[in-house]
């Protein structure tokens, strides 16, 4: 340990070493030990994290413990490398000291060296079964020496000092012909010594004779092509240990063997054996295996040396047993009925998923998503139903998702859309799913491009193999007219919804509750082109439906009454919204409960309606609790957090309150630009409403350059004609004009207004403002004597002309 200690302290990485492909030597044991001991003395301030490298990919693991730490790299590195050396930066500005990073059982050090910190506070230590090249520096565990693995065996054995002759030094000669023969390895000692420790009646030469008759059969084991590396000696106790199982603790053990490389709950394992009874189950968890010494128990649910106070008792398999068990798992004739058992005890683990991922429900599963990865990555193609085998990939992503961990939400989407092409065919209807689900992800993730294709492939499949007329086809267009509705594509969206309606009408019927989401799609549609007269029947009849056949408290119900207070939000209808927007919250509070993410929403909802109304301390109320919820059940740094207190920032700026909106509007922005990316559009709506903030305080030069990026990330996202770029024109031209630079303001109000009239026309709320907009900066023109060049130019006489026949 000493030794150790002083290597990590020269450097900044050490490995702990077995000679070429020795296992069972104790090099996880004395990391684990030494883990725990600087732990205990807080040598590592900074924190110590753990990680599994063998079977499991160390980015993940680091981008999940990062996030654990509200730390998340922006969407804009897609390189893996800086994503993980950003993580590392902000653990190291969160902390102080050193930190420690433990990487077990790590096969190929070249391809994990890119992914390691490069701050020298960071001291990383590995175990691996091959000597480390340099400038590692490296630990090389050789065999224990004679007397020590007499100590050792005199110690698992049950020979306590103080005892008078123990049984080991009764039989000195036998006992040391007994640790020659395990090649002085602890792993094997080990086991041996407890097998001694309950066979008492046992000599140490009888021991030997029935390790040596093992040899044969270990001689097979070890060369199957399974991965066991273990010397003869201790594949020789495995057999030993194994051949004193009763029936089901072999099951057991094979069973185990099927799980990823990270702690087990017993939970879980009970759920993939649903035939045996309590008796059964209560020997192997309490008993055999772990008295074997093939399993043991953990209290740290994590296996982070780092975390302390969690006392739930989980199983660890040491890597080479679990791969002992493997291959004993070959040889079974229910091998694959095993895989599938766990395969699909961790699918009702999935289905418990659900697509909005809180706090809690990441908590609540975080020990089953390495063994859910598994069931993706190997055994998804035992599951009969298709839709079960996508559900792994998809809950994964999901998770990943609600992490805003958006790489590897899309690895797995990927995954999942592969699995599909592959098991399934290019032209499946699952492959269609597979599509639409990648293409939903990207939609959220603000690449409109990317997500286009893949929901025009996926509608294409749904039209060709279930007909022009089947509701998925209608699901695929009803997506895709979203997709162009958010890219301000209008004219595309409308044949989309309009026939999308169509078809739900006819195959589902007029009432059903589908029916009722594509009339509240096309609402929304209309809604945003400024179709008031339009939207408001198809939102009335939507809600009508819902009540109808879902009931009065169904959450579609409390979105229908959102969505239509929304549009009378939008009319300047505060009276009628108010108490639909009243109604939907009480729905959600008894449905979600009072701390639900669906909840906050509502709050925030009604809050914005009062902020409009002037009933500033009601909406501040909500505003505030609306936040909390949002940070206590999605986190700190999460989207709908970063929206929340943009929300309240505006609040406090409509109320003059600009020293307190300030930091909220800061905050908000530096989470989306690491959380969605640097040229997400809501990156781009906080860096406008951020420069809005500086214009209304007279910061003009911190402004400008704010609402130049905004207008830049809109141009690219959403493209040079849709609304949103107008309106980011018409800011940019107001700051412009309060600097007094007209002729810069000038053709920036005529691009927004040209825009605007021919996308939403002359009577949407957006045109009007901006002919306000427009007609004052014109008269300030005037009086001031600088519009000379400017309201006689014939481009603007021809706008000033529209202008002002919406007056």
Not at 235 to 251: G, I, M, N, Q, Y
Not at 300 to 309: N, V
Not at 776 to 793: M, R, V, W
Request: glycine share 6%; hydrophobic share 40%.
């Amino acid at each position: 340990m000493q030794q150790l200690h002083a290597l990590l302290q020269d450097g900044s990485r050490v490995a702990i070493a077995a000679a070429s492909g020795m296992g069972g030597i104790g090099k996880t044991e004395l990391a684990w030990q030494y883990a725990n001991f600087h732990r205990e003395h807080n040598t590592y301030p900074a924190g110590i994290w753990w990680l599994f490298v063998r079977d499991n990919d160390l980015a993940p693991q680091v981008l999940q413990k990062a996030l654990r730490m509200g730390i998340q790299p922006p969407d804009t590195l897609d390189n893996l490398e800086e994503r993980l050396q950003f993580c590392y930066q902000e653990w190291a500005k969160k902390t102080s000291g050193n930190a420690l990073l433990v990487l077990d059982d790590v096969s190929d050090y070249r391809a994990v060296q890119p992914l390691l910190p490069r701050n020298p506070r960071f001291k990383v230590l590995l175990t691996a079964r091959q000597i480390v090249p340099p400038p590692v520096g490296c630990l090389p565990l050789k065999v224990l020496k004679p007397e020590a693995a007499l100590n050792l065996l005199r110690l698992t054995a049950g020979d306590l000092p103080g005892n008078g002759l123990g049984r080991i030094d009764a039989q000195l000669e036998d006992a040391q012909a007994l640790c020659q023969w395990l090649d002085y390895l602890p792993l094997g000692i080990e086991l041996v010594g407890r097998y001694l420790r309950r066979k008492r009646a046992l000599s140490l030469a009888e021991m030997l004779e029935r390790l040596q008759s093992q040899r044969l059969e270990a001689r097979a084991l070890q060369e199957a092509e399974a991965g066991m590396t273990a010397r003869r000696g201790v594949v020789a106790a495995f057999e030993l240990s194994w051949a004193e199982l009763k029936p089901p603790a072999r099951t057991l053990g094979c069973l185990l063997s099927v799980f990823a490389q990270a702690p087990i709950p017993w939970e879980l394992v009970a759920e993939c054996l649903p035939d045996w009874d309590e008796e059964e189950l209560e020997d192997c968890r309490d008993y055999e295996l772990l008295e074997q010494s093939l399993l043991s128990l953990v209290e740290d649910e994590s296996s982070d040396p780092a975390q302390s106070g969690l006392v739930q008792p989980r199983y660890q398999l040491h890597a080479l047993i679990r791969e002992f068990f493997a291959v004993k798992l070959q040889e079974r004739a229910d091998a694959e009925d095993l895989r599938r058992s766990f395969a699909l005890a961790l699918t009702v683990v999935a289905k418990t998923i659900p697509q909005t991922v809180t706090l809690e429900v990441q908590q609540r599963v975080k020990e089953a998503l390495p063994h859910l990865e598994v069931v993706a990555e190997q055994w998804s193609h035992l599951l009969e139903d298709s839709t079960d085998a996508m559900g792994s990939f998809t809950v994964l992503a999901w998770v990943a998702e609600g992490q805003s961990l958006w790489a590897e939400a899309e690895k797995w989407f990927k995954a999942c859309l592969q699995m599909t092409e592959k098991c399934c065919g290019a032209d499946h209807p699952n492959t269609a799913m597979s599509l639409n689900n990648l293409a939903l992800l990207y939609y959220a993730m603000g690449r409109y491009p990317k997500a286009e294709p893949l929901y025009v492939r996926s509608l294409a499949i749904r039209e060709q193999k279930l007909g022009a007329e089947h509701p998925y086809t209608a699901m695929s267009l009803n997506n895709l007219a979203a997709l162009y509705c958010a890219m301000g594509r209008y004219p595309e969206a409308e044949p989309l919804y309009v026939r999308s309606l169509s078809i739900y009408e006819q195959q589902l019927g007029a009432e059903h509750p589908d029916t009722a989401l594509s009339l509240n799609n096309l609402a929304e549609l209309y809604k945003a082109m400024g179709r008031y007269a339009e939207a408001e029947p198809l939102y009335v009849r939507s809600l009508a439906i819902r009540e109808q056949k879902l009931g009065a408290e169904h959450p579609y119900t409390a979105s229908s009454l959102n969505n239509l207070a929304e549009l009378y939000y939008g009319m300047r209808r505060y009276q009628e919204a108010e108490p639909l927007y009243v109604r939907s919250l009480s729905i959600n509070e008894l449905l979600f409960g009072a701390d639900h993410p669906h909840t906050a929403t509502s709050l925030n909802n009604l809050a914005e309606l009062y902020r409009a109304m002037g009933s500033y301390p009601e909406a501040e109320r909500l505003y505030v609790r609306s936040l909390s919820i949002y940070e206590q059940q999605l986190g700190a740094d999460h989207p709908n957090t970063a929206k929340s207190l943009n929300n309240l920032a505006g609040l406090y700026e409509s109320m003059g309150r600009y020293p307190e909106a300030e930091p909220l509007y800061v905050r908000s922005l530096s989470i989306n630009e690491q959380q969605l990316g640097a040229d997400h559009p809501h990156t781009a709506t906080s860096l406008n409403n951020l420069a809005n903030l500086y214009h209304a305080m007279g910061r003009y030069p911190e402004a400008e350059p704010l609402l130049v990026r905004s207008l830049t990330i809109n141009e690219q996202q959403f493209g040079a004609d849709h609304p949103t770029t107008a309106m980011s024109l018409n800011n940019l031209a107001w700051l412009y004009y309060a600097m007094g630079r007209y002729p810069e303001a000038e053709p920036f109000f005529l691009g927004a207004l040209e825009i605007l009239f021919n996308q939403l026309g002359k009577n949407h709320p957006n045109t009007q403002r901006v002919c306000r907009n427009f007609i004052n900066f014109l008269q300030q023109a005037i009086s001031t004597g600088q519009d000379s060049k400017l309201s006689q130019h014939p481009t603007t006489q021809a706008m000033l002309k529209r202008v002002r026949e919406t007056e």
